[in-house]
């Protein structure tokens, strides 16, 4: 695969007479060779050269808002985003009832027919903006955030449908066409829809086209709770999990410019969305097999790419093979010398890593350099920074650090600032102990899905370290995480005990509120494991969905709860 620098060449020579689909997918290839600042400039140039290369310096713009979550980038995106869709947006008529309407013009006319593929390109383009709209409101885990996104989402949808509807038909004309050539090689085929310069290799560059797309529309509504879904009636029913992976697999194996872009979808959705949500229950393994297969095919493909490498890095984490997913971060690390958002991504995993490790230094020094480097929440990780400094035994410098996290605490919708300013206040006042920072850490490893990707002998001595905490205010969160732990360790009849404490910890519903909806979700999860305990562990589920509202991360528990409860034959999603 040529790099950065000889795609960059390769467009300055047939810019001006390549097509802009194949111009997109060298800016796309550009983009995951390393050379992000080269696909960015080359997008910008040509943004308004058409549709197609607008659409792709917003997907650059995008992806980099995602990759940070930084309030200004996630702002240039949407702009960047609306930009497009007001490009692209045209009239509302149908391609079908366009063709039939050009069909009945005069044959004879001078003034050439607009492009059929043009049309359905940018109905396309108009719905892949709003489906990444709508996926920078859902990041903000906020009940308005997912009412807009709905609503964006029910628009795109439609656009969606029509668009399938139209390439299904056209296709379908395509087919007769071919078929009936022989017999009708001397007629003049005025009424084929061919003859608008439509051919099978075009259409299904688009089929690849809309079923990016598609499948990302899909795997986000089958995502957000159902109590969310009937507050804004978003479609009737749930987001299709199979169909969405189905479409995007699909696009990846297609020629479109997106397909290196549902490649890079499938491994996001594996190694990181089904753990962090676990749409798969216990199993933590699932969707490993999907993206290892999916990194070997594009091994050669992309030798040398700083994000095939992190999600490589991903994988070995989910395997618990923590070294050799630190020394895949650290490379990525280098490989992304002038991207700044991959440098921070993978600083973050290493921060983690080093956490599973309980390896607290190495931690903190990741950590404090996210805290003054980033712009997305210095407030999270001036908390993370103080929870490691103190885990590795600096207690002043912790305390220091603490105090940092309320003044920079600036976004009061954020849960997880939320969460970082009432943590660091309570340690604060409390004159933290190297303990409780321990604990403090040991809480955002489970809060995080982290601890299952834990060795046994690092999850043991988290166990015995969480033990020798004694402090009645942290009763209920130090029984839920034990559960946790034994629960990963393979001890379901600890875990049951330590999370049944934990449920029942009044004293922890006041200090730490998610604590007793966390247990009972727990505890719903691992009885599910058992036929004779099923009834026991859906009544577990439902009440820490219906009996517990106001606590931290709820939005993020009821996805998980939601995924539980679908995993059951009998429960018919709502």
Same mark, same amino acid.
């Given at each position: 695969?040529?790099?950065?620098?000889?795609?960059?060449?390769?467009?300055?020579?047939?810019?001006?007479?390549?097509?802009?689909?194949?111009?997109?997918?060298?800016?796309?290839?550009?983009?995951?060779?390393?050379?992000?600042?080269?696909?960015?400039?080359?997008?910008?140039?040509?943004?308004?050269?058409?549709?197609?290369?607008?659409?792709?310096?917003?997907?650059?713009?995008?992806?980099?808002?995602?990759?940070?979550?930084?309030?200004?980038?996630?702002?240039?995106?949407?702009?960047?985003?609306?930009?497009?869709?007001?490009?692209?947006?045209?009239?509302?008529?149908?391609?079908?009832?366009?063709?039939?309407?050009?069909?009945?013009?005069?044959?004879?006319?001078?003034?050439?027919?607009?492009?059929?593929?043009?049309?359905?390109?940018?109905?396309?383009?108009?719905?892949?903006?709003?489906?990444?709209?709508?996926? @920078?409101?859902?990041?903000?885990?906020?009940?308005?955030?997912?009412?807009?996104?709905?609503?964006?989402?029910?628009?795109?949808?439609?656009?969606?449908?029509?668009?399938?509807?139209?390439?299904?038909?056209?296709?379908?004309?395509?087919?007769?066409?071919?078929?009936?050539?022989?017999?009708?090689?001397?007629?003049?085929?005025?009424?084929?829809?061919?003859?608008?310069?439509?051919?099978?290799?075009?259409?299904?560059?688009?089929?690849?086209?809309?079923?990016?797309?598609?499948?990302?529309?899909?795997?986000?509504?089958?995502?957000?709770?159902?109590?969310?879904?009937?507050?804004?009636?978003? @479609?009737?029913?749930?987001?299709?999990?199979?169909?969405?992976?189905?479409?995007?697999?699909?696009?990846?194996?297609?020629?479109?410019?997106?397909?290196?872009?549902?490649? =890079?979808? =499938?491994?996001?959705?594996?190694?990181?969305?089904?753990?962090?949500?676990?749409?798969?229950?216990?199993?933590?393994?699932?969707? =490993?097999?999907?993206?290892?297969?999916?990194?070997?095919?594009?091994?050669?493909?992309?030798?040398?790419?700083?994000?095939?490498?992190?999600?490589?890095?991903?994988?070995?984490?989910?395997?618990?093979?923590?070294?050799?997913?630190?020394?895949?971060?650290?490379?990525?690390?280098?490989?992304?010398?002038?991207?700044?958002?991959?440098?921070?991504?993978?600083?973050?995993?290493?921060?983690?890593?080093?956490?599973?490790?309980?390896?607290?230094?190495?931690?903190?020094?990741?950590?404090?350099?996210?805290?003054?480097?980033?712009?997305?929440?210095?407030?999270?990780?001036?908390?993370?920074?103080?929870?490691?400094?103190?885990?590795?035994?600096?207690?002043?410098?912790?305390?220091?650090?603490?105090?940092?996290?309320?003044? @920079?605490?600036?976004?009061?919708?954020?849960?997880?600032?939320?969460?970082?300013?009432?943590?660091?206040?309570?340690?604060?006042?409390?004159?933290?102990?190297?303990?409780?920072?321990?604990?403090?850490?040991?809480?955002?490893?489970?809060?995080?899905?982290?601890?299952?990707?834990?060795?046994?002998?690092?999850?043991?001595?988290?166990?015995?370290?969480?033990?020798?905490?004694?402090?009645?205010?942290?009763?209920?969160?130090?029984?839920?995480?034990?559960?946790?732990?034994?629960?990963?360790?393979?001890?379901?009849?600890?875990?049951?005990?330590?999370?049944?404490?934990?449920?029942?910890?009044? =004293?922890?519903?006041?200090?730490?509120?998610?604590?007793?909806?966390?247990?009972?979700?727990?505890?719903?999860?691992?009885?599910?494991?058992?036929?004779?305990?099923?009834?026991?562990?859906?009544?577990?589920?439902?009440?820490?969905?219906?009996?517990?509202?106001?606590?931290?991360?709820?939005?993020?528990?009821?996805?998980?709860?939601?995924?539980?409860?679908?995993?059951?034959?009998?429960?018919?999603?709502?």
């Amino acid at each position: 695969m040529a790099g950065p620098e000889q795609i960059q060449q390769q467009v300055d020579e047939s810019s001006q007479s390549i097509d802009d689909a194949e111009l997109a997918l060298q800016g796309i290839n550009m983009l995951l060779n390393n050379g992000f600042r080269e696909s960015d400039e080359l997008f910008k140039k040509y943004r308004n050269h058409s549709p197609l290369m607008s659409f792709g310096a917003s997907f650059v713009s995008f992806l980099n808002a995602m990759m940070t979550f930084e309030e200004e980038k996630m702002h240039t995106a949407c702009e960047d985003l609306k930009t497009t869709e007001k490009l692209c947006e045209s009239d509302e008529a149908g391609v079908i009832e366009i063709i039939k309407n050009k069909i009945k013009r005069n044959v004879d006319s001078q003034k050439p027919p607009p492009s059929v593929i043009d049309r359905l390109q940018r109905q396309i383009i108009v719905a892949d903006c709003q489906v990444y709209l709508a996926v @920078l409101s859902f990041v903000k885990q906020e009940v308005s955030a997912y009412i807009k996104g709905g609503w964006i989402l029910r628009k795109a949808w439609k656009i969606y449908n029509k668009c399938y509807s139209d390439i299904g038909v056209l296709q379908e004309s395509c087919q007769k066409k071919t078929s009936q050539e022989s017999l009708t090689s001397d007629r003049a085929n005025d009424n084929s829809v061919t003859n608008e310069g439509v051919s099978a290799e075009s259409l299904s560059r688009l089929k690849g086209s809309v079923s990016f797309g598609y499948g990302l529309f899909h795997l986000c509504i089958s995502m957000v709770p159902p109590h969310l879904l009937k507050i804004i009636n978003l @479609l009737g029913f749930p987001g299709d999990r199979l169909q969405g992976l189905s479409s995007l697999t699909f696009a990846s194996e297609s020629k479109d410019m997106k397909a290196p872009l549902a490649t =890079l979808a =499938l491994l996001w959705y594996h190694t990181v969305v089904r753990p962090f949500f676990a749409l798969d229950g216990t199993d933590t393994q699932a969707g =490993l097999a999907e993206a290892k297969e999916i990194l070997q095919k594009k091994e050669t493909v992309y030798p040398n790419s700083s994000l095939f490498m992190f999600f490589k890095g991903r994988v070995q984490r989910l395997e618990c093979q923590i070294n050799s997913a630190l020394t895949s971060f650290h490379d990525a690390l280098e490989l992304a010398t002038d991207q700044r958002e991959i440098q921070h991504v993978c600083l973050y995993e290493i921060g983690w890593c080093s956490m599973i490790e309980m390896n607290f230094k190495d931690a903190y020094e990741s950590f404090e350099r996210l805290k003054n480097e980033s712009r997305w929440s210095q407030c999270y990780y001036a908390y993370l920074t103080a929870v490691c400094q103190g885990a590795s035994g600096d207690v002043e410098g912790a305390k220091s650090v603490f105090k940092e996290v309320q003044k @920079l605490f600036k976004r009061k919708n954020n849960q997880i600032e939320q969460f970082s300013l009432k943590r660091a206040e309570r340690l604060r006042k409390q004159s933290p102990s190297k303990e409780l920072c321990i604990l403090a850490a040991i809480e955002v490893l489970y809060l995080w899905k982290a601890l299952p990707n834990c060795s046994s002998s690092k999850l043991q001595n988290m166990s015995q370290a969480l033990q020798e905490v004694d402090d009645t205010l942290h009763v209920g969160l130090k029984h839920l995480l034990l559960g946790a732990i034994h629960k990963c360790l393979g001890n379901s009849k600890d875990a049951i005990q330590a999370f049944h404490l934990a449920a029942s910890n009044e =004293l922890g519903r006041q200090n730490n509120t998610y604590v007793q909806p966390y247990a009972c979700y727990e505890l719903g999860c691992i009885l599910l494991d058992n036929p004779e305990t099923t009834g026991k562990g859906r009544a577990f589920l439902l009440q820490a969905k219906e009996e517990f509202a106001g606590y931290d991360f709820e939005n993020r528990l009821h996805v998980r709860i939601h995924a539980a409860l679908a995993s059951l034959k009998e429960v018919v999603p709502q």
